[in-house]
């Protein structure tokens, strides 16, 4: 049975420096600001939901939903 290049490289892992290059890189380019500043003050920041939907004038879902688009654009970016 053939492996596929996913299967040949899928346990090989970057160092940490490495890591969080590439996060900050795809923060930078690949995200809207609106999902930048959701993922930034829930994940690095420790804010909640509700106080970065106050800061920003809309709903706490809405930041929600923002983080979850960001999040799922980051995985695809970083998969390879």
């Not at 596929?4 to 795809?26: I, K």
């Not at 909640?48 to 809309?58: I, K, W, Y």
Request: aromatic residues 10%; hydrophobic residues 35%; proline residues 5%.
């Amino acid at each position: 049975m053939k492996s596929t290049p996913y299967e040949l490289f899928s346990n090989v892992q970057f160092p940490p420096e490495v890591q969080r290059r590439r996060v900050r890189l795809v923060m930078e380019h690949e995200l809207t600001e609106t999902q930048r500043r959701a993922i930034q003050g829930h994940f690095f920041e420790g804010r909640s939901f509700r106080d970065l939907a106050r800061e920003q004038g809309v709903q706490p879902s809405s930041v929600w939903k923002a983080m979850q688009r960001g999040l799922r654009r980051m995985a695809r970016c970083l998969r390879y």
